[in-house]
């Protein structure tokens, strides 16, 4: 059974930096690309970043490029993401999920969602 669990999110001022954790099981971690979503109230989740399975190669929307940074660690099965420079329009549910193959341009997985993890940003 995939679980997927994320951490590390909370309440910071803009400018202010957090990092995310997300626990894998249940799946061939290193098989597969993975990705950061984030999700605000009254809109679409969106993907914010993605990493394939080997980690070297990244792509980040274009609104986060440049302040977040995305990392795994195949060892701990688990994928991470530096967020620095944080913005109000920042504040968001974050999750993760596994991509459908090892590169950054394999098809999304829409399903199997964990429980997310809230940023907060605000002065």
């Known amino acids: 059974q995939v679980q997927l669990v994320e951490s590390g999110g909370g309440f910071v001022q803009p400018g202010g930096s957090l990092r995310l954790s997300c626990a894998v099981s249940?799946?061939?971690?290193?098989?597969?690309?993975m990705s950061w979503y984030r999700q605000s109230p009254g809109k679409e989740r969106e993907l914010v970043a993605t990493i394939s399975n080997t980690g070297d190669t990244v792509t980040y929307d274009r609104s986060v490029k440049g302040r977040f940074t995305i990392s795994r660690d195949n060892a701990q099965r688990t994928v991470y993401l530096q967020m620095n420079h944080l913005q109000p329009d920042d504040t968001a549910r974050y999750y993760c999920?596994?991509?459908?193959?090892?590169?950054?341009?394999?098809?999304?997985?829409?399903?199997?969602w964990g429980q997310g993890t809230q940023v907060t940003v605000s002065s």
């Open positions: 249940g799946f061939p971690f290193g098989a597969n690309a």
């Open positions: 999920n596994q991509m459908n193959g090892p590169d950054i341009w394999s098809d999304r997985i829409l399903y199997n």
